[in-house]
């Protein structure tokens, strides 16, 4: 005959294993073999975004009435690289917030890297390398038309690095949309092709 404590000790570890096995369930779900929940560490120690509500003063002056124009600021920000304060290309794109649109500001801000910049951001890192960006009109066909709301901008990036090493160049194709605000316009989505 089982004492009653231990069978209350029984229901208890019967108890605590059936939890378990719900919550190691539902952490996983259809398509999702192999992954994890990040921990409460993990959560921990993620830095928090704090955007800037300035832009940078060589950017102080863009004409927002401009889509050109916003767009090539945006992306001289986005790419414009500084592997001596930065500590990653998110870094960048956090300088140019007061040039998107709040919509995506939201985003950016929400979802930052999960992960670190990898081995050629630490490699740009090891040569103290410094990204001097340009940018130049693309060609592409077939491109939606521009409405008084949004304009559709494809343009050539080239990265220019200094450093020691010398870093090589580095060129993109980058589809950007802007959207006319209130206060001008804004980008509202950087997609490198």
Request: contains cysteine.
């Amino acid at each position: 005959m089982i004492h009653t404590w231990t069978k209350r000790q029984v229901a208890a570890i019967f108890g605590a294993a059936t939890v378990s096995l719900v919550l190691a369930s539902c952490s996983h779900g259809a398509g999702d073999a192999g992954t994890t929940a990040p921990t409460a560490d993990a959560v921990a120690t993620s830095p928090a975004v704090i955007p800037p509500s300035e832009l940078p003063a060589a950017f102080a002056n863009v004409d927002r009435s401009s889509p050109d124009a916003v767009a090539g600021a945006v992306l001289e920000l986005w790419y414009g690289w500084d592997a001596t304060k930065d500590s990653g290309p998110y870094d960048a794109k956090l300088r140019a917030l007061p040039l998107l649109d709040p919509a995506t500001v939201s985003d950016l801000v929400a979802h930052p890297p999960v992960s670190g910049p990898g081995a050629e951001w630490l490699a740009l890192v090891d040569a103290g390398a410094i990204a001097a960006v340009s940018t130049a009109p693309g060609v592409e066909s077939g491109a939606p038309a521009d409405t008084d709301i949004r304009a559709y901008r494809q343009v050539e990036v080239t990265q220019m690095f200094t450093g020691n090493p010398k870093p090589p160049p580095a060129g993109r194709i980058v589809s950007v949309v802007v959207k006319r605000g209130f206060d001008g316009w804004r980008v509202l989505s950087v997609m490198a092709k």
